[in-house]
């Protein structure tokens, strides 16, 4: 297994000094000696994965150096515009270097919106025509694999793609949890909401904590979830999975269970539901400031206002809570 300090090492040693990209479970311990250790000119977590390959393209720019980008391979499908049409050699030629959680290897058990994911991790980059490399566990094989990786950034001026299995890092125990001030806990705000809503209601659920709590939320009220659609990948679409289904069925009320993280991955999603207006539409953004599901990296979502950006974007309507007392009276 890779210390943490000691791979961070090894990347100063290639010239990488800048990190930036979307948290990834198979990732958090390397995640959390960034967090912890750069600062936050040096470490940015993205919103999505292909805003990140963007940030490292600035640097670049900036600088002459590479940057790092860390990604779960769910990302690669965000990062592969700005790859394919910013930072190709047929573009103009940023050299990163992309470092990838593989969910989903086959004949790993996995949840199974990983599955497919993992079997086509290598083929995607071969295809995009990025050279990439099983990311060693020991240090030596490691520095031998990033010495290579370093040559093709300078001499090549391309993306080069690490990609790491599961327990390739040693354990970093974060120092600072993000979100523990807070009243009101995630699992609460959900059972409050399922208590309050219609029969005939629909949820969509996020990917993450949200969807598994609402689950069991269900489950532990003995009800049926057959108006409930869990997005248990495709993280940041759950809301305009939501509209859609509001958009056809105008008798319903739907309900969108949005995380902070999600919503600010696409956040263009919500002017397009602030310019259609759908009156039986709601969306519900559980704001706790991290990506829990991952490690709880902190997200930008507790230094911005969602409800005045909601506004902004032509909402009817929206309120920010608090504190459990005012939970039920604005529900």
Not at 26 to 53: M, P, Q, R, S, W
Not at 251 to 260: A, E, I, L
């Amino acid at each position: 297994m890779l210390p943490c300090a000691e791979f961070h090492s090894l990347l100063q040693g290639i010239g990488i000094e800048f990190f930036t990209g979307v948290p990834d479970s198979l990732l958090k311990n390397f995640c959390a000696y960034l967090e912890e250790n750069l600062d936050a000119t040096a470490h940015i977590i993205a919103a999505n994965e292909g805003n990140a390959v963007a940030l490292a393209t600035g640097h670049y720019l900036a600088t002459g150096r590479p940057g790092l980008v860390y990604m779960q391979n769910s990302g690669q499908g965000n990062a592969t515009n700005p790859l394919v049409s910013l930072a190709d050699p047929e573009v103009y030629g940023v050299p990163m270097l992309l470092l990838v959680g593989w969910r989903g290897e086959p004949g790993v058990k996995d949840e199974p919106q990983h599955v497919k994911q993992g079997k086509i991790t290598h083929a995607l980059f071969d295809t995009l025509g990025i050279p990439h490399c099983l990311l060693p566990d020991t240090i030596e094989a490691a520095q031998e694999a990033l010495a290579e990786a370093g040559r093709v950034l300078r001499e090549e001026a391309r993306p080069y793609a690490l990609i790491a299995k599961a327990g390739v890092f040693t354990s970093y125990q974060r120092q600072r949890a993000v979100g523990e001030t807070l009243e009101i806990r995630r699992e609460a705000a959900i059972a409050a909401l399922c208590a309050k809503l219609g029969e005939d209601a629909v949820i969509v659920s996020t990917t993450g904590k949200i969807s598994r709590e609402l689950y069991e939320i269900r489950e532990g009220q003995d009800r049926n979830h057959s108006r409930d659609f869990l997005t248990v990948g495709s993280m940041g679409h759950a809301s305009q999975i939501a509209l859609g289904i509001a958009c056809a069925k105008t008798d319903r009320s739907v309900y969108c269970f949005d995380g902070d993280g999600a919503a600010i991955m696409h956040m263009g999603g919500m002017a397009l539901i602030g310019s259609l207006k759908p009156r039986n539409f709601k969306h519900v953004i559980l704001n706790n400031g991290a990506h829990d599901s991952v490690g709880g990296q902190p997200t930008a979502g507790l230094a911005i206002d969602l409800s005045a950006i909601a506004k902004a974007c032509g909402y009817a309507a929206a309120f920010s809570v608090e504190h459990e007392q005012e939970l039920s009276a604005t529900i």
